[in-house]
């Protein structure tokens, strides 16, 4: 949907601007209101995907391409015919044209590997809940803003497990649920219960900065790690003591959606492995194992997700091919499923 959109928003920019190319003594350049429809859509997209490379650069076209309609926006709504284009407003058009196509390709080249739910066989739902670690959370309602997104996959139309556990993925902050999607999935599809919960609480701050907002905070903290790793791993305390909470409050949210005889096979990957192992020690009855996704050889991008499949540019900045046909997510699934089959059996 991530592409889709980015896609649709292009195409807008595309039309406002390439209108110049066929628009001949036209008496209403009603094509004229794409331009502030681009800058919408580009800001609605960051607010449900979330900052990154396209998303910001996809921004930046549509502010472009409405500065550049400024004056045919005035004379639109003073209903003014038009007379002809000025030279300068070629010009911008023929420069956000050509950055529009380049992103275009850009976007199509870089899209992600994505796979239907529906066509798995396995049931997606997003679960909102909103409050505070201090007075408690409740589901929010449609009209009402949620700092807590919880990601539920399942298998379609039949039980999940013949045993009454659920894997539950805890999400390194250098990602989010969104960016370990087809490893869920596929979980879903050989029959697990799977729960992932990101929390943007103003009572569990990462950063303490502009970077802890929802549309932004990846972009922050992948940043912090590239820049100095050395300085980003010196906080890690500070960050088992954030995911403990995080993992008390989604221990209460599993009672509540499963039943206090839930079991737990929690999944980490990286940051929230220690915060695992305190949870486990501390309900040694509930949690079945805790498993670090970064213990398996394959799996070269640890802490970042599944992004040889989700975000393809961050992959290959890291020097990592598109994993087009999912191997290496598929045999992630597989080693989880091994490690969970173990667990049920007290190994």
Known sequence: MKFYGELLIIVVLLLANGRILFLKNAKKDSLVILSPLGV??????????????????TLFLSILVLL?????LFRYSERLYIDHY?????????????????LMAGTIFFVPVEYSSKELGVEERLLRYEGSFRSGFEEASIVQSANIFVTEC???????????????LIPD???????????????????????????????????????DLKICRRVAMLTDWFVNKDRFWRQKEFYTYNCLQELNELGGLV???YGENTRLFIVTDVMATDAAMDYQEKNPERVMAVYDLQTIPEYKTAGLGVVRQTDILTAML???????????????????????????NGR
């Open 40 to 57: 919408l859509l580009s800001i609605i997209q960051i607010f449900n995907w979330g900052l990154d490379a396209v998303t910001f650069l």
């Open 68 to 72: 550049s309609n400024f004056h045919a």
């Open 86 to 102: 000025s030279i300068l407003m070629k010009v911008w058009a023929s420069i956000t044209i050509i950055f529009a196509l380049v």
């Open 154 to 168: 399942k298998p379609a139309g039949k039980e999940a497990s013949k045993t009454k556990d659920v894997v539950l």
């Open 173 to 211: 902050k250098r990602a989010d649920t969104y960016y370990y999607r087809p490893y869920i999935q596929y979980l879903a599809y050989e029959g697990f219960t799977v729960l992932s919960a990101d929390f943007f609480c103003k009572d569990c701050r990462w950063r303490h900065s502009i970077g």
């Open 255 to 257: 009672t509540e959606l």
């Open 318 to 344: 890291l020097g990592q091919a598109r994993d087009r046909d999912g191997e290496v997510t598929k045999h992630m699934v597989m080693e989880t499923k091994k490690k969970i089959f173990l667990a049920r």
